[in-house]
């Protein structure tokens, strides 16, 4: 009897692929497997199996696995069932999610290597140019990848050259897979078995009389071993002993020491580490308490927890019921910088038992971390990490927890799978019936909505720990401040003179700005002109540190201009101003503090966040310039001015969510002042004092921005009282782009009438030379969201099938935010 197996592949294919198999192979296999199945005309891909069965398939010919690549399954049952749940929900493919759940180590791809027959003589054929050229590279470098003959040839059409050379019997091309991960071992020595301690501490010693170097060696072999009982090594042995690695081998090959490797984790636990005790106030065991007899019934709970309230020492103590309980537990956080800070804190109470994944960390660590997880050890027990932590193997979950879950970075933007990190671990946690606790001083309006409509458990604690106040939020309206030459620079006077008296008093500061670079735009004083990106449509942002002029969509890069690029004038001037423009006034402003500055320009390597943040918590750095970062959750003891340099930058956005946005921010990093007894005090500058917003986060009205804001999304037809979904097209020709759009508007107009918006232009309509339009389409409460989704899926298809518009892109983004 024939069997087959239906292969996810890591391609943007609808649907699976089916491969037959042997009795013995469909005996052997399971689901969740990798095997590496053939794919088109030469390739060889990884895939996961995700059903055994009898069915051959209909329109093709089954092709033969190539190869079973693991022996247990790497994927479990309840990744294929939630990896098929968001390839239909957010409208991509499930290899677009294959691709987002697994390492890259994990996905083996097939290199195709081309190889000269030793045998053969090129002489006794005619070749052509091209041939020849392939031929001549290869006597040169006996092995060659595809990617390399398509540089040599200049030309990406290098198969029919190479099918001419294979049929002449001059070269091979043979498929290798290669296998990425590669565990990190460590280098050890030890004793041979034929010398025990004592006999061989006199012997060795005395046949070394004349090698001191190797005989410093095995005394500080010994001492080392006298000390503890672990193993030793080599690195650290060679250090104490201020000895070579020639030195070692020589005591090697006399067979004095052996050498052995062991395989070691990436991730180290600070072991060293006391153990906290959990002290709860009256507030934090009352919320405590409401939240588990809201588990009783309910599986997600909404924590309204104002800033420094003491929302994290909920979630501990959630975390070690659902441990006793020999359970896992999630902690996903919206961003990389929060993660430093809370791993310490987490070790501190749940030990080795803590692991971290997120996309800083490298290939190889997170493989470990994958397996640890999938092997349900000790050591994954406890996740904390960045919305992708969503995709691995857990077994056993028993509570996620999703801090500040108002946060945009929970959404994936690019590339698909465009998945919500925050609603997709709803959807996760109720396959393994485990609860749900989110938390934030300022919910997303969804969230708030769902929690007052009985969708979710609401809790408030608006106390903050150790009864420390609020801090005092105070506007600035520099339009006046101008007016009375009271602004040196872009800071207000009120702004300096808080400053310094909080550096007077050993207190730090942090300024927030929510633009990074130098300045904006740079203007010809004399013309107008201005640098523009030649691959966008933005103007240059200047930075100072490099003296360029860089794009911050595509990442062009020119020298800072001397003279107009269009009249020739050396009158130029900066217009607006980013962090390190900040910085830079801050350094003259205050020469003896030390001024820090974390946005995405210094914090571009793997621990870059780490390096500022224990810097600032160590009082090394004084006053700390920011992005939206800095409004991340962020805990710091001797803050007691948070300064928000320009308010209005974030209100005149175009995009509904906008002033949400800006309250959020706004109140959020206002939380990082006074979290200890003294209280903290809030300066925001703005031209607009009298705005709504910022009324609202000086009196801290949560309720009151969330009612006006609802009022206007029911008005309006947004969130959460309408689902949407967005249509983004690109494409290099301009022309097309605007056809195409049109096109899709229309037919998406028929079905869906007054509920489709556009086509529009986007802000910045030109990026990396594709033109950009998009189209929403609004999906009213009482509609069918499956149905919609099926007759969006039928017009696209209808779209691709027209020649004329192949070459445009659509991007489908579902609950865009």
């Known amino acids: 009897m024939s069997y087959f197996t239906d292969v996810i592949l890591p391609l943007p294919l609808d649907k699976r692929f089916t491969y037959s198999l042997e009795d013995s192979e469909a005996e052997y296999l399971q689901e969740g497997m990798r095997v590496a199945v053939p794919f088109g005309k030469s390739k060889i891909y990884c895939g996961v199996v995700a059903a055994i069965h009898q069915n051959p398939p209909e329109v093709y010919e089954a092709k033969p696995v190539s190869q079973i690549l693991d022996n247990a399954p790497l994927v479990t049952a309840y990744q294929l069932k939630f990896w098929k749940w968001i390839a239909n929900y957010y409208m991509c493919t499930e290899g677009d999610v294959l691709r987002a759940a697994l390492p890259g180590a994990f996905l083996l791809e097939s290199e195709s290597i081309v190889q000269l027959i030793k045998k053969s003589s090129p002489e006794d054929h005619q070749l052509s140019d091209e041939e020849y050229l392939v031929i001549e590279a290869l006597q040169r470098q006996s092995v060659l990848k595809i990617q390399e003959v398509n540089q040599i040839l200049e030309n990406k059409r290098v198969l029919p050259v190479l099918n001419a050379l294979v049929e002449k019997n001059l070269v091979a091309l043979n498929q290798e897979i290669y296998e990425q991960y590669k565990p990190k071992k460590i280098r050890f020595v030890r004793l041979p078995e034929k010398f025990s301690a004592e006999v061989a501490m006199h012997t060795l010693l005395d046949e070394l009389d004349k090698a001191p170097k190797q005989r410093e060696i095995m005394l500080n072999f010994f001492s080392l071993k006298a000390q ?127 692991l971290v994944y997120h996309s800083k960390y490298s290939m190889n660590e997170r493989v470990e971390v994958y397996r640890h997880v999938l092997e349900n050890d000790r050591k994954g027990r406890v996740v904390i990490g960045a919305r992708s932590a969503i995709f691995l193997p857990f077994s056993n979950l028993g509570l996620v927890v999703i801090d500040e879950e108002h946060e945009g970075t929970f959404k994936q933007f690019d590339p698909a799978p465009r998945y919500h990190a925050r609603d997709a671990a709803v959807v996760l946690a109720k396959y393994f019936k485990s609860k749900i606790i989110m938390g934030s001083a300022t919910p997303s309006l969804e969230s708030y909505f769902n929690a007052s409509h009985n969708k979710y458990a609401l809790i408030e604690l608006n106390r903050r720990y150790g009864n420390v106040l609020l801090p005092e939020i105070e506007i600035i309206d520099i339009r006046k401040k ?108 205050f020469p003896d503090h030390t ?200 017009i696209m298809a209808s779209f691709r099938a027209i020649g004329n518009f192949r070459s445009v892109k659509v991007v489908l983004n579902v609950d865009p935010v």
């Open 228 to 354: 503890n009982s672990k193993p030793v090594k080599v690195k650290a042995l060679l250090k104490k002993s201020n000895a070579s690695s020639a030195n070692l081998k020589s005591l090697l090959d006399k067979e004095f020491l052996e050498e052995y490797y062991l395989e070691t984790d990436r991730f180290h636990y600070n072991s060293e580490m006391p153990e906290v005790a959990l002290h709860f106030n009256e507030h934090q065991q009352q919320a405590l308490k409401e939240i588990k007899d809201h588990f009783e019934q309910d599986e997600v709970c909404l924590l309204h927890g104002i800033t420094s309230s003491g929302k994290t020492e909920v979630y501990i103590r959630l975390i070690q019921e659902t441990l006793k309980n020999g359970k896992q537990a999630l902690y996903l956080l919206p961003e990389i910088a929060l993660t430093a800070q809370l791993i310490q804190r987490l070790q501190n109470y749940f030990g080795e038992q803590v």
């Open 482 to 589: 101008h007016k009375k030459k009271e602004m040196t620079g872009h800071f207000s006077d009120t702004l300096l003179k808080e400053i310094q008296e909080v550096l007077k008093a050993g207190q730090q500061v942090i300024l927030f700005q929510n633009r990074r670079g130098f300045s904006p735009i740079l203007e010809c004083n004399t013309c107008g002109h201005s640098p523009q990106c030649p691959n966008c449509d933005v103007s240059l942002t200047f930075h100072h540190h490099n003296n360029q002029l860089r794009c911050h969509y595509c990442g062009y890069h020119i020298a800072m201009q001397q003279k107009c690029m269009a009249c020739g004038s050396p009158d130029l001037t900066t217009k607006g101003f980013g962090t390190e423009q900040i910085e830079t006034e801050l350094k003259s402003l």
């Open 595 to 794: 001024i820090g500055r974390m946005d995405q320009d210094t914090t571009r390597g793997k621990y870059g966040f780490e390096k500022i943040i224990n810097a600032f918590e160590m009082q090394e750095i004084d006053i700390l310039v920011g992005t939206q970062m800095l409004t991340k959750g962020l805990d710091f003891r001797h803050v007691s001015l948070v300064g928000i340099m320009n308010a209005d930058n974030l209100l005149n956005f175009p995009d509904f969510r906008a002033h949400e946005r800006s309250f959020q921010l706004m109140l959020q990093v206002a939380g990082r002042a006074g979290r200890t007894k003294k209280r903290g005090k809030v300066l925001i500058q703005s031209y607009n004092p009298y705005h709504q917003i910022i009324q609202q986060v000086s009196t801290n009205d949560y309720a009151g921005m969330y009612k006006e804001q609802l009022e206007e999304r029911y008005n309006y037809k947004y969130p959460p009282f309408y689902r949407l979904i967005r249509f983004t097209l690109k494409s290099r020709d301009f022309s097309k782009t605007n056809d195409a759009a049109s096109w899709l508007a229309k037919s998406l107009t028929n079905v869906f009438r007054e509920n489709v918006l556009g086509p529009e232009f986007p802000p910045v309509a030109r990026i990396r030379n594709e033109y950009y339009k998009n189209i929403l389409l609004k999906i009213p409460q009482q509609q069918s969201l499956g149905k919609t989704k099926t007759v969006v899926h039928k």
